[in-house]
């Protein structure tokens, strides 16, 4: 079908825009991929800070770091043109769920109980 412009149509939208749309789209579905990849990588630290912190009996949350992040993730995304409060709302989001798992190993290695590392409980 054409509209009245002569371009091609299917579902009333112009083939150029369904093309353009899924061109977009893919390159949206590797970015998610990347970022799921990255997150994977930067939690698989993490779990070996946390790890270590249990240890040596370091506390789970280390805000002077935090702050020093905070402060840098924002000016890389004023320098890359991302609103640097999304920034900044985003890594306290990780941070968060850090602490969280790094709270998990510490009362782990307080109970004996290591939940999750396929040991068989006996
Ligand atoms: C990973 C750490 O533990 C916590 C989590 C952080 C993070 O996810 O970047 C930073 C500081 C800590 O509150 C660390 O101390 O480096």
Redesign the pocket.
């Known amino acids: 079908m054409e509209n009245s412009e002569g371009s091609r149509t299917t579902g009333g939208l112009d083939e150029s825009v369904r093309g353009e749309l899924a061109a977009l789209r893919d390159s949206i579905d590797n970015i998610d991929a990347a970022v799921v990849h990255m997150l994977a990588e930067r939690f698989k630290c993490?779990q070996r800070?946390g790890r270590l912190?249990a240890d040596h009996q370091l506390p789970?949350?280390?805000?002077a770091?935090?702050a020093r992040?905070i402060i840098r993730l924002r000016e890389l995304a004023e320098s890359a043109k991302l609103d640097p409060a999304f920034a900044e709302k985003l890594l306290n989001f990780?941070?968060a769920e850090?602490?969280r798992h790094?709270e998990t190993i510490a009362g782990e290695r307080l109970t004996g109980d290591v939940a999750g590392d396929g040991a068989a409980a006996g």
């Open positions: 993490t800070v912190k789970p949350a280390d805000p770091r935090e992040q990780i941070i850090v602490i790094h």
